[in-house]
């Protein structure tokens, strides 16, 4: 079996599933929980993405998975096209599997995704601050997309964050290209 460059099996990635979308959303708590101790509480008590959302991604194609050996999911992505380019809405990795390059993982199961479909780049917002947000993405190739770059789809995704107080915190928009 090959691995990609993460060192995880691409066959462990795959589309979600209607049934594993409530243990997403308690995955999704989970990993919010890593904001608590950094002095960032409200970002760990927002609600995760409601069922309605994670349908959405669903019926559109654009809900990853990646699983451990009994197929039970470990983190997830979702995506969607922003201004020509593929945006990852969400990615996230439970705790108990951190560390395992699995969200990088993801990000590059997507990047193989949205090549094939010929997207240029991938985006993102993230906290800038927070050594598992914007300096981990840096690591993964992104870089920051100055503000007064952002296109119409980037800066409304900015404008939502803003409105619900995640700009408590400095955000920022990054950008890969594929």
Known sequence: MTTCATGVSPSHIRLARRAEL????????????????????????????????LEHYLEAGRAWVIIDADGQPLGYLLAEPVDGDMHIAQV??????????LGAALIEHLAGVAEGK????????????????????????????PESEL????????????????????????????
Do not use: C, H
């Open 92 to 101: 996230s990795v439970d705790p108990a599997a951190a560390r395992r390059r």
């Open 118 to 145: 010929g997207f240029p780049a991938l985006t993102l917002t993230t906290y800038r601050d927070v050594p598992w947000n914007a300096p981990y993405y840096r690591a993964l190739g992104f870089t920051e997309i």
């Open 22 to 53: 409530p243990g997403l959303q308690g995955l999704e708590r989970r990993s919010g929980e890593l904001f608590r101790p950094i002095g960032m509480a409200e970002v760990a008590e927002d609600e995760p993405s409601s069922l309605a959302e």
């Open 151 to 178: 296109g119409p789809g980037l800066r409304a995704i900015r404008e939502l964050e803003a409105k619900a107080g995640l700009d408590r915190w400095p955000r920022l928009a990054m950008s890969r290209p594929i």
